[in-house]
């Protein structure tokens, strides 16, 4: 069979979008490498520290203990009719998911930079693949709102059922930001220095220590353009029941909010992404 033979048995066919929705399928044709990044990460944080998984407790406990006393002791603020350590940890959990995804996202590139540089495959694999291992502090953290409970015998009301929504919704929140530090990094290094003042900034300024319902009315849709408000109160308001509520004009802001980070990350991560193996 000649080459001439050989050519005509093969057809080239040039098609609008093709290779964006090639894309989304080489994520699901990468899912191996997606296991394989996260349980080597998950590995290396539990496996290589002195105190492994109890460093995932520590870190949150004392955290909670400390705006407990400040918040709840000194300053005496309202707790919605629950102790106050449970009103606290009840926004522990999704600040210190968002929180330490926001970490990882950033640096996950750069971490990565040898098989960036030398392996084809859809760069959205590692940073996502960073939130999958700050999800898992997630659930190590989970522990200790459970023995709280426990502690001070409150039973939760069925508005716990909803908690998984609001969960997704802090998993967006943490993949839309990320996505935005992780590709800027790369562009721009200064950004290492930045995400950890924006991770402290954000903790005062988030209902973490205190509810959001001591804002002034008058600021409160103003308060709730920070997208964890919304997560937060969510949480609150799944956990708690009882006289917990939601402001629902700020929880639909940050919402929305949420959406248009997760958007535009993605926009934004997939723009650069072409140039991440040159300047990595």
């Known amino acids: 069979m000649n080459n001439q033979e050989i050519g005509s048995n093969h057809e080239l066919v040039i098609e609008a979008g093709r290779t964006e929705r090639q894309y989304w399928k080489d994520l699901w044709r990468y899912r191996e490498l ?3 990044l996260a349980w080597r990460d998950i590995l290396v944080r539990y496996k290589q520290t002195a105190i492994g998984m109890a460093w995932a407790l520590i870190r949150p406990f004392l955290t909670m203990v400390v705006f407990t006393v400040v918040f709840g002791n000194i300053a005496k603020l309202p707790s919605q009719g629950v102790p106050y350590p449970i009103l606290v940890f009840a926004a522990m959990l999704p600040w210190q998911f968002f929180s330490t995804a926001l970490s990882e996202c950033s640096n996950s590139l750069i971490s990565n ?14 940073p996502i693949s960073a939130v999958i291992v700050s999800f898992v502090d997630f659930m190590v953290s989970g522990m200790i709102l459970l023995g709280l409970m426990a502690w001070y015998n409150f039973v939760p009301s069925w508005r716990i059922l909803t908690l998984p929504l609001f969960i997704g919704i802090g998993f967006a929140a943490s993949i839309g930001v990320g996505l935005w530090l992780a590709a800027l990094n790369v562009e721009y290094r200064d950004f290492r220095y930045i995400v950890p003042f924006i991770v402290q900034f954000g903790l005062y300024i988030s209902p973490v220590g205190f509810t959001s319902s001591l804002v002034p009315e008058q600021w409160r849709l103003l308060y709730s353009l920070n997208p964890m408000v919304g997560v937060i109160d969510g949480f609150r308001w799944a956990i708690l029941g009882g006289e917990s509520k939601l402001y629902l004009p700020g929880f639909m802001l940050s919402v929305g909010l949420v959406v248009f980070l997760l958007i535009t990350g993605i926009w934004y ?3 650069m992404e072409r140039t991440f193996a040159d300047v990595i």
């Open 34 to 36: 997606f296991y394989f």
């Open 113 to 126: 930079a040898n098989l960036i540089s030398k392996v084809y495959f859809p760069r959205l694999i590692v």
């Open 269 to 271: 991560f997939r723009k």
